[in-house]
C-alpha cells in the first residue's frame, strides 16, 4: 500500500509537458514560462505565483502601458486548470486597476487586423517578437495571423530531471503557443506562430 502511494506521489510530482520532466507543480512551470517570454519585455512584470486558497493560485502581470494591459487581457490565455488545481493569470495597468474585460477592437477595423494589432501591441519591446502577417485562406471566412519570432531558446531553471544542469529548454515558439490564445471572433480568425529564418531578429 505504502508502494502505491509513493508511486502516485512520484506521478502528481512531476509535469509531463513535451520533453519536460519537473519537479515543480505546472502553476510554478507556468510563472517561469511567462516569466522568461512575455515577461522579456521591458514594459511587463510578471509576479510569483500566489495559492489564495488551497487548490486555487494566481499569476499578476503589471505592465507599464495601458495599450499594453488591455492587449496582453485580450490574446494571453488567463485560466488554466490543472487536475484540481485552478490558475488565474491577472493583468494589470499600470495604475493598478485589473483589466477585467478587454477591448476586442477599440479601433472598429476588420477583426483580422484587429488581432493582428493586439499581438504587435501586447509583445512590444519583447525581445523575441518579430512581426506579424495577416492572410485570409482560400475560399473561406477565415484569416489566419501568423505571429513570428525569433530563432531562439528560452531557458530557465525548472527542476528538469531531464537536464543535467535542471533547466527546462524550449524553443521560443513553443512557449508562445502555449501561453496564448490561437482563435478569435468564432473561429474566424486563427492565430499560427512561426520562426524566423534570421536568429539575429527580434526586438
Known amino acids: 500500500m505504502k508502494i502505491k502511494v509513493l508511486i502516485g506521489l512520484c506521478i502528481t510530482m512531476i509535469f509531463m509537458s513535451s520533453n519536460v520532466w519537473s519537479l515543480s507543480a505546472p502553476p510554478y512551470q507556468l510563472q517561469r514560462q511567462l516569466l522568461n517570454s512575455v515577461g522579456a519585455s521591458s514594459l511587463v512584470d510578471v509576479?510569483?505565483?500566489v495559492?489564495?486558497?488551497?487548490?486555487?493560485?494566481?499569476?499578476?502581470?503589471?505592465?507599464?502601458k495601458d495599450d499594453v494591459a488591455n492587449s496582453?487581457?485580450?490574446?494571453?490565455?488567463r485560466r488554466w486548470v490543472f487536475g484540481n488545481e485552478t490558475l488565474v493569470i491577472r493583468v494589470f495597468r499600470p495604475n493598478g486597476t485589473q483589466v477585467t474585460s478587454p477591448k476586442l477592437n477599440p479601433w472598429g477595423i476588420s477583426s483580422a487586423d484587429a488581432i493582428e494589432k493586439h499581438f504587435q501591441i501586447a509583445l512590444k519591446k519583447n525581445p523575441f517578437f518579430?512581426?506579424?502577417?495577416?492572410?485570409?485562406l482560400p475560399y473561406s471566412d477565415t484569416n489566419i495571423c501568423w505571429v513570428e519570432v525569433a530563432k531562439e531558446v528560452i531557458q530557465?531553471?525548472?527542476?528538469?530531471?531531464?537536464d543535467y544542469y535542471g533547466n527546462t529548454n524550449l524553443l521560443a515558439r513553443d512557449v508562445f503557443v502555449e501561453l496564448f490564445k490561437n482563435t478569435f471572433f468564432s473561429g474566424t480568425v486563427q492565430v499560427r506562430?512561426?520562426?524566423?529564418?534570421?536568429s539575429s531578429q527580434g526586438y
Open 47 to 49: 509576479g510569483e505565483v
Open 51 to 64: 495559492e489564495q486558497s488551497p487548490a486555487n493560485y494566481v499569476i499578476d502581470i503589471t505592465t507599464s
Open 72 to 77: 496582453l487581457a485580450v490574446v494571453l490565455l
Open 130 to 136: 518579430v512581426t506579424t502577417y495577416n492572410e485570409q
Open 156 to 162: 530557465f531553471f525548472n527542476d528538469d530531471i531531464s
Open 193 to 198: 506562430w512561426t520562426v524566423s529564418l534570421d
